[in-house]
């Protein structure tokens, strides 16, 4: 099974702050990793899809990066909608493991 | 559009079983797996297991075989996911997925979720 781990666990961050999230595999997943956001009583929702993909409707201040086991997301200017939990998923191998979750909270 | 419905909470007491459908419309149902998640409280996502609507093949992470069961109506678009032998720790909020892979890999929905409760 492959694990994910995500850092920080939470982050403190201001409206308008730039702000990049890690997460790192066990094992190479080539460029099969989404993020996700979710919000409390929210199903989550896609973010980026195969590492550097923006899914439909994500505004452009989100991009992803990274192949083999480095992962990033980042935010370029934190908007209020986008305080939330964020989760990466690989999609590489079956059991189709979530890494443990990053929250953003204002600061 | 595309939706997944999910059934409502359940409750049941441990060592019962529970079964959660989903249900499918606005899309090929047989053209994207269906996944399965779940979430207890406060916690983070557990991917579960996942099933092939085409052919009916299932995937089930190895914490949950024995007592996991993916199922699907193909006449009513209609994935079906029970757990026996529940416990307490098996209180969560499950999910169901649909989404694509390659070319298709921005297609990405997800149900409102289910509230299992297990409790005597």
């Known amino acids: 099974e492959i694990v994910l781990t995500q850092s920080p666990a939470t982050l403190s961050l201001s409206p308008g702050e730039r702000v990049t999230l890690s997460c790192t595999a066990s094992?190479?997943?080539?460029?099969?990793l989404a993020w996700y956001q979710q919000k409390v009583g929210q199903a989550p929702r896609l973010v980026i899809y195969?590492?550097?993909n923006r899914a439909t409707g994500i505004p452009a201040r989100f991009s992803g990066s990274g192949s083999g086991t480095d992962f990033t997301l980042t935010i370029t200017s934190l908007e209020p909608e986008d305080f939330a939990v964020y989760y990466c998923?690989?999609?590489?191998?079956?059991?189709?493991?979530f890494g443990q979750g990053t929250k953003l909270q204002i600061k | 559009q595309v939706q997944l419905v999910q059934s409502g909470s359940e409750v049941k007491k441990p060592g019962a079983s529970v079964k959660v459908s989903c249900k499918a419309s606005?899309?090929?149902?047989?053209?994207?797996?269906m996944h399965w998640m779940r979430q207890a409280p406060r916690q983070g996502l557990e991917w579960m297991g996942v099933?092939?609507?085409?052919?009916?093949?299932?995937t089930y992470a190895k914490q949950f075989q024995g007592r996991l069961t993916m199922t699907r109506d193909l006449s009513t678009s209609t994935v079906y996911m029970e757990v026996g032998s529940l416990r307490s720790d098996d209180s969560a909020v499950y999910y169901c997925?649909?989404?694509?892979?390659?070319?298709?890999?921005?297609?990405?929905?997800w149900g409102q979720g289910t509230l299992v409760t297990v409790s005597s």
């Open positions: 997925a649909a989404y694509g892979s390659g070319i298709h890999a921005s297609f990405d929905y």
């Open positions: 606005g899309y090929s149902f047989t053209r994207y797996y």
């Open positions: 099933i092939d609507p085409s052919g009916g093949g299932t």
């Open positions: 094992q190479s997943v080539s460029m099969y």
């Open positions: 195969d590492a550097s």
């Open positions: 998923q690989q999609r590489s191998n079956w059991p189709y493991t």
